[in-house]
Structures are given as structure tokens and as C-alpha cells.
T-cell receptor
Framework: EAQVTQNPRYLITVTGKKLTVTCSQN?????MSWYRQDPGLGLRQIYY???????DKGDVPEGYKVSRKEKRNFPLILESPSPNQTSLYFC?????????????FGDGTRLSIL | AQTVTQSQPEMSVQEAETVTLSCTYD???????LFWYKQPPSRQMILVIR??????QNATENRFSVNFQKAAKSFSLKISDSQLGDTAMYFC????????????FGKGMKLTVNP
């Protein structure tokens, strides 16, 4: 089954404790992105990657890091999480040759930073 | 900077009725894509419909259609014969072409379909 898998689905943690949210897709997609969703703000793009070792900042990259060492994986790293990073996070992927109609979203990760 | 505005935070409609969700955007680009996404309580993001700016014909997908007014930078979604399963958050989104992977979302609108 074609899917984008995020882990964990839920996480409660404390300020300053490094965490990683994993994202993996099994569709051989070149493009991957991370978004955060906050009430009243919609979804905002954090980082995106257009291929292995190619990443770029979205609209709200501060406090986040990403890496793309393998095509299938695109982890989101919070080196020193803070309460303002409490949010719902989505990973998405799509193939390069098709337009956004083929973007696949993961099921989301709910992060709470205390 | 490109922006997407959904001015109605919330709407409700009776089952079987027609409802229109509004969206405006701001860009200096000439070619771009526009999308409507649906997010039900399960929080999945589901693509409803897309429109390419260079196409004058409005996109339709079954009960969903758009009214795309390029000069006015307006992209409204019409849902006909509303169903209970249409209850969800709806997001309008914009993607500039030219190889960009940026996707700008509106703030969303909560639609409730009542029996």
C-alpha cells in the first residue's frame, strides 16, 4: 500500500529535550515536505526536499532541522524544543514528474512541548 | 510574498444543500496551481480539487466545482448536494510554478453539514 508513515503519532515531552519525528514513504518520491498546523493559522511549510541531499527552507524553518540521506526518509529534528513548537505536524511526498495533485500526506504527529 | 485568504472561519449548511467556500490569493505570478484540501476529524489531508491558472475552464470533481476568477484572484469551492461526510476543515492552497516546491495554505474554514 502506498503511504507516508510518520512516527510517533503523539508525543509529550519537555523543553530542551532533543526529539526526532520520522517520515518514510514507500513510493520512491523525489519531493518531500514538512508542515505544521496550528489553529487559526492553517498549514505552514517548514522545510522541503527535492531529492537526496537537497533541502530548502519553507516559511517557518526556525528551530527545526531536516536531513535527506535516503530517498525514502525525511526526518524532522527539533534540537531544543520549546513550547511554541507544540503543534500538529504533517509530512508529505510527491513524485517529481507530476504536479501537486499527487501529493500524499502522512497521518500527522501531535507534539506537545511542556 | 504570496498569501492565501479564507475570510469565513466557519459555515454550516443543511444536508443536500449547496454551499460555497471563498478563497482569495495574492501573487504576482502568472502561472500557478490552486488547490482545495479537506481535513475531516480524522485529520487526514485529502485533496478535493485543483486548478491550473493557465486553464480558463473551471475544474469539477463530482459534487465539487470551483469558480476560478484569475483577474480577481479568487478561487471559490462549490459543494453541491452536501453530505454529512463533507463535514471537515477546508483549506485553500497556492503553489507557484517554475519548479517551486512551496505550498502556501489559507487559515482554513470549518464546514458543518447538518442532518
Amino acid at each position: 500500500e502506498a503511504q507516508v508513515t510518520q512516527n510517533p503519532r503523539y508525543l509529550i515531552t519537555v523543553t530542551g529535550k532533543k526529539l526526532t519525528v520520522t517520515c518514510s514513504q514507500n513510493m520512491n518520491h523525489e519531493y518531500m515536505s514538512w508542515y505544521r498546523q496550528d489553529p487559526g493559522l492553517g498549514l505552514r511549510q517548514i522545510y522541503y526536499s527535492m531529492n537526496v541531499e537537497v533541502t530548502d527552507k519553507g516559511d517557518v524553518p526556525e528551530g527545526y532541522k531536516v536531513s535527506r540521506k535516503e530517498k525514502r526518509n525525511f526526518p524532522l529534528i527539533l534540537e531544543s524544543p520549546s513550547p511554541n513548537q507544540t503543534s500538529l505536524y504533517f509530512c508529505a511526498s510527491r513524485p517529481r514528474q507530476l504536479s501537486f495533485s499527487s501529493q500524499h500526506f502522512g497521518d500527522g504527529t501531535r507534539l506537545s512541548i511542556l | 510574498a504570496q498569501t492565501v485568504t479564507q475570510s469565513q472561519p466557519e459555515m454550516s449548511v443543511q444536508e443536500a444543500e449547496t454551499v460555497t467556500l471563498s478563497c482569495t490569493y495574492d501573487t504576482s505570478e502568472n502561472n500557478y496551481y490552486l488547490f482545495w484540501y479537506k481535513q475531516p476529524p480524522s485529520r487526514q489531508m485529502i485533496l478535493v480539487i485543483r486548478q491550473e491558472a493557465y486553464k480558463q475552464q473551471n475544474a469539477t470533481e463530482n459534487r465539487f466545482s470551483v469558480n476560478f476568477q484569475k483577474a480577481a484572484k479568487s478561487f471559490s469551492l462549490k459543494i453541491s448536494d452536501s453530505q454529512l461526510g463533507d463535514t471537515a476543515m477546508y483549506f485553500c492552497a497556492f503553489n507557484p510554478q517554475g519548479g517551486s516546491e512551496k505550498l502556501v495554505f489559507g487559515k482554513g474554514m470549518k464546514l458543518t453539514v447538518n442532518p
